[in-house]
């Protein structure tokens, strides 16, 4: 058996004042009792502190230091929520992957409910009236309707997370340690875990989630934090922002450094941006949108098509001239022969021949110039 020193309060006192700290140990308690204890959590309403020691979760009396009851059959305890609305405490049980649901009063166990993997830390946010755990090696977040009793869902981090603390306006705070978690951003001041629609809202009934459409201000600074949009918003992008095609080699879709390459022409170029993410500016601002994905895609001219039929009169290495027409002719050129009946014969640049008949159906490029997009040579 091992005993355990708890300091129960520290308190702020005038004697002290011209010492380094405001703070002294008012009490210490001897608490005794098998298994290591981690996180310490204060009931200041109803005087009682609620200790994680492994298989249970002490409750002590902060005035004395005396054991008020256990909450038992916990495989790995560290953290308690209190929700004092519904009655209930929650401590989590990180060796099987679930929260223990309890009576406030009785301390007796009323329900076990699966979380994730290694779960940890956990608060009660009274603004959103909503439970969080943080599961460490799973990387997530597990949000919990504390009235029912139910998994409401669970938020992916990308990141190992140790803490929560909630901000008191629904809004809930991740203590990160080594690594940044995925998608944290500010919002409206505070910090939030970044999830999709039906999680952000699970977390945060508050949150302005924010599509945007439109195209590139190339008039304005682009670089590898934001852009903005030619209706005025700003788009903000990080690490956590998932930009479709980049790294793909996606020749439809571009990157963000493709995008303040393209916007350094003259004349610059149409760019699409299509996403969305969560509205961080406030009211009567700018609009300034975190953006968590965005597609970029640059607007092409409506091409003009041509077809019409002639005589081969020379072929070069990308091109052949039909009745005095240049056509050039590139790796998406379709060149068929006719045969009989209904079937067709593909070809290449180097199968034609002069004097041969040819439909052709081709594109005007931007300089005037033919670029063929079919060729059939008649029989």
């Known amino acids: 058996m091992r005993n355990i020193a708890l300091v129960v309060s520290l308190i702020a006192t005038p004697l002290l004042a011209?010492?380094?700290?405001?703070?002294?140990?008012?009490h210490t308690y001897m608490l005794g009792g098998d298994g290591s204890w981690d996180y310490i959590i204060p009931d200041p309403q109803n005087h009682r502190l609620f200790i994680g020691r492994q298989t249970r979760v002490m409750v002590v009396d902060e005035n004395n230091g005396k054991l008020l009851g256990e909450v038992t059959g916990i495989k790995g305890a560290h953290g308690t929520a209190l929700a004092d609305a519904t009655g209930h405490g929650f401590a989590t049980s990180g060796a099987d992957e679930?929260?223990?649901?309890?009576?406030?009063?009785?301390?007796?166990?009323?329900?076990?409910?699966?979380t994730a993997e290694?779960?940890?830390?956990?608060?009660?946010?009274?603004?959103s009236n909503r439970v969080f755990t943080s599961n460490g090696d799973a990387h997530s977040l597990t949000?919990?309707?504390?009235?029912?009793?139910?998994?409401?869902?669970?938020i992916p981090l990308g990141g190992k997370a140790e803490y929560l603390v909630s901000a008191g306006d629904g809004d809930c705070t991740m203590t990160v340690l080594g690594v940044t978690s995925l998608g944290c951003?500010?919002?409206?001041?505070?910090?939030?875990?970044?999830?999709?629609?039906?999680?952000?809202?699970?977390?945060?009934?508050?949150?302005?989630?924010?599509?945007?459409?439109?195209?590139?201000?190339?008039?304005?600074?682009?670089?590898?934090?934001?852009?903005?949009?030619?209706?005025?918003?700003?788009?903000?992008?990080?690490?956590?922002?998932?930009?479709?095609?980049?790294?793909?080699?996606?020749d439809e879709h571009l990157s963000l450094a493709d995008v303040k390459t393209a916007c350094a022409a003259t004349p610059a170029p149409e760019i699409d941006a299509e996403g969305e993410g969560v509205l961080v500016s406030g009211n009567g601002?700018?609009?300034?949108?975190?953006?968590?994905?965005?597609?970029?895609?640059?607007?092409?001219?409506?091409?003009?098509?041509?077809?019409?039929?002639?005589?081969?009169?020379?072929?070069?290495?990308?091109?052949?001239?039909?009745?005095g027409r240049v056509v050039r002719v590139d790796a998406n050129t379709q060149i068929e022969r006719e045969g009989e009946g209904s079937s067709e014969t593909q070809l290449a640049l180097s199968d034609l021949h002069t004097g041969e008949t040819v439909e052709v159906k081709a594109?005007?490029?931007a300089q005037g110039k033919l670029l063929a997009r079919e060729i059939k040579v008649r029989s």
């Open 285 to 323: 601002e700018a609009p300034v949108i975190r953006a968590t994905e965005v597609k970029f895609e640059r607007q092409e001219d409506e091409a003009i098509e041509v077809e019409f039929s002639g005589m081969i009169d020379a072929i070069g290495s990308d091109n052949i001239t039909v009745s």
């Open 185 to 250: 951003l500010k919002v409206l001041g505070v910090t939030v875990g970044m999830a999709n629609e039906t999680e952000l809202k699970a977390m945060n009934p508050g949150i302005v989630k924010a599509e945007f459409e439109g195209l590139v201000d190339c008039a304005k600074p682009i670089d590898a934090s934001s852009f903005f949009l030619k209706s005025g918003a700003q788009v903000l992008v990080d690490e956590h922002t998932r930009v479709e095609g980049a790294g793909e080699h996606d």
């Open 143 to 154: 949000a919990i309707d504390p009235r029912a009793g139910k998994v409401i869902t669970n």
């Open 363 to 365: 594109v005007v490029d």
């Open 18 to 26: 011209q010492s380094s700290s405001p703070y002294r140990i008012a």
């Open 118 to 127: 290694d779960t940890d830390a956990i608060i009660y946010d009274s603004a």
């Open 98 to 114: 679930s929260v223990v649901i309890f009576d406030l009063k009785t301390f007796k166990v009323l329900d076990r409910i699966h």
